[in-house]
């Protein structure tokens, strides 16, 4: 029987599958279509400080290569996630790892410190890649600016690990990636969607009403994994920060090719729309994969990629 466990800074994940951020529902809602005690973890929705309704419809579209969203984070704000979602968090049966999102310091400080403190969330992802509201540009754009974001949130994460959710928008995440770890990251999140536009030929409009969205799915698949690459070969290799490779799962050989390029966990969204229980059916593979490999843990398998 292969072991199948990863940790994340002091956690263990049961295996090395879990549900992106913003793609399972707010608390795992996902639950009732499948049975979450098979993955590793989920990923809330990013949460941020005050309730925001998003961007107008259409703000999600099926793509032919892909998805298309614009959601514009629409949440209820924190103080409705602690009264109405969190309680319900020790009932997950798996890793729960909340995410959080923000426009200010001050704000993504409060969302972190507030879920730091919901029994049954174990890790805090940030998302990075929301615009601030002095220079307008993404937290995760510059690693200057990423650092001082972290180095506030980091303290407040006083029973939570801290996962570092990057962007491949931000062009070569090196910088980023040693960032993150410097600021006491315990893992990194590569990647998030990609900016993409998709027009209507014939009215001639964005199909999204905001125009510009996160382009996921099949299609970002090798982007991810070049990202993953690069961030294990040169960062993280050797280092006990591991590597949530996100972008692109439709198959579980994409899962496999992840690890291969060295992340320890991956992560699944798009493909939880086409198919729902993608996520157990590609959990269930890597372990038929890595026995195939004759390994006895699937760790044996991040970054064994042959050059
Ligand atoms: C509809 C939708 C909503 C998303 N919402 C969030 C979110 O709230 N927070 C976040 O960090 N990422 C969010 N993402 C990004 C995903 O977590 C993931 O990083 C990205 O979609 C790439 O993975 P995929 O190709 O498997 O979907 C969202 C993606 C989609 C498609």
Known sequence: ???MNVKIGSVELRNPVVLAGGTCGVMGEIKDAIDLS???????KSITKEPREGNSPIRIVDHHYGMMNAIGLA???????IQEQAPKATSIPTTVIGSVAGHTIDEYVAVASAMDSVKGIELVE?????PNTTDGLEFGACPKQ???LLQEIRPVLKNTGMIVKLSAAAGDLRPHAHTAIECGSDALTLINTIPGLAIDVHSRKPVLSRGIGGFSGGAIHPIAV???REIYKDITKGTSIPIIGTGGIMRWEDAAEFILAGASTVGIGTASYVNPAISIQVAS???????KHDCSAINELVG????
Do not use: D, P, Y
């Open 304 to 307: 064994a990629m042959q050059c």
């Open 146 to 148: 990423l650092h001082a």
């Open 38 to 44: 098979k993955l590793g973890g989920i990923t809330t």
């Open 1 to 3: 029987m292969v072991n």
């Open 226 to 228: 070049r990202v993953v």
């Open 75 to 81: 949440n209820e704000g924190i103080n409705s996630f």
């Open 285 to 291: 593979k890597l372990q038929t994969w890595a026995e």
């Open 126 to 130: 940030v998302n990075v890649s929301c």
